[in-house]
T-cell receptor, first 110, second 115 residues
Framework: KAGVTQTPRYLIKTRGQQVTLSCSPI?????VSWYQQTPGQGLQFLFE???????NKGNFPGRFSGRQFSNSRSEMNVSTLELGDSALYLC?????????FGQGTRLTVV | EDQVTQSPEALRLQEGESSSLNCSYT??????LFWYRQDPGKGPEFLFT?????EEKEKERLKATLTKKESFLHITAPKPEDSATYLC????????????????WGAGTKLIIKP
C-alpha cells in the first residue's frame, strides 16, 4: 500500500514569489491536513480538507491557501513568500483514526 | 484549554539504558492519543494509538501506556537507531465540546542514544 507522497521534496524560492506544494494521500483516505514545522515552533496546523471541502483552518495569514481535488490529492499554495515561510511543510492523510505523514517539502525562501 | 505537554525536552541515554518519556494532556474528552517518531528532515512516523486509561501498546523496544492525565513511552534497552524526536498528540472528542477535531500536538522529546 503506497504511503503519502509529497512533491517536490526540496524547493528554493525568492521572497515575493509564490509556491505550490502537492500531496497525494493514501488510497481511500479522504482527509488531508497540512502542517508547517519549524525548529522553534514545532508542528503548526495549517488546514484540513475532507472530500474537497476545507473543514478546519489554523491561524495562518491568507497568503496560505489550499485545495483538494476529487481524487483526494491536495495542493497548498503560499503567495508573496517571506523569509519566515522557510520551513518543512508536511501533509498528513487520515482514514478513520490515525494520521500518516508524507516525507515533507523543505521550502527555503531566500 | 486543550493542551499537550511533553517532558523532558531532550534526553540523552547510553545504549541499553532504559527510560521513559512523558506526555501530559488536558483535553475535553479524549478520542485518542497518538505517538509518533520523527527523524531529522522527515515526516513523523506513526507508532501507537491509545484510546482509554489502562491501555498499553508495544512495538519492539517501545511500550506506550495511558492514564487519565498522561501517557508514557517506555523505551527498554535502547539502541542508537532509536535516536529521534518523539511526538505525542491528542484528538479531542468533538461531541464533548465544539472542537474542530484536530490533533493537538506536544513539542516533542528529542531522544539521543549514545553507543
Amino acid at each position: 500500500k503506497a504511503g503519502v507522497t509529497q512533491t517536490p521534496r526540496y524547493l528554493i524560492k525568492t521572497r515575493g514569489q509564490q509556491v505550490t506544494l502537492s500531496c497525494s494521500p493514501i488510497s481511500g483516505h479522504r482527509s488531508v491536513s497540512w502542517y508547517q514545522q519549524t525548529p522553534g515552533q514545532g508542528l503548526q496546523f495549517l488546514f484540513e480538507y475532507f472530500s474537497e471541502t476545507q473543514r478546519n483552518k489554523g491561524n495562518f495569514p491568507g497568503r496560505f491557501s489550499g485545495r483538494q481535488f476529487s481524487n483526494s490529492r491536495s495542493e497548498m499554495n503560499v503567495s508573496t513568500l517571506e523569509l519566515g515561510d522557510s520551513a518543512l511543510y508536511l501533509c498528513a492523510s487520515r482514514g478513520v483514526t490515525e494520521a500518516f505523514f508524507g516525507q515533507g517539502t523543505r521550502l527555503t525562501v531566500v | 484549554e486543550d493542551q499537550v505537554t511533553q517532558s523532558p525536552e531532550a534526553l540523552r541515554l547510553q545504549e541499553g539504558e532504559s527510560s521513559s518519556l512523558n506526555c501530559s494532556y488536558t483535553v475535553s474528552g479524549l478520542r485518542g492519543l497518538f505517538w509518533y517518531r520523527q527523524d531529522p528532515g522527515k515526516g513523523p512516523e506513526f507508532l501507537f494509538t491509545l484510546y482509554s486509561a489502562g491501555e498499553e501498546k508495544e512495538k519492539e523496544r517501545l511500550k506506550a501506556t495511558l492514564t487519565k492525565k498522561e501517557s508514557f513511552l517506555h523505551i527498554t534497552a535502547p539502541k542508537p537507531e532509536d535516536s529521534a524526536t518523539y511526538l505525542c498528540a491528542v484528538r479531542p472528542n468533538p461531541e464533548v465540546r465544539d472542537s474542530n477535531y484536530q490533533l493537538i500536538w506536544g513539542a516533542g522529546t528529542k531522544l539521543i542514544i549514545k553507543p
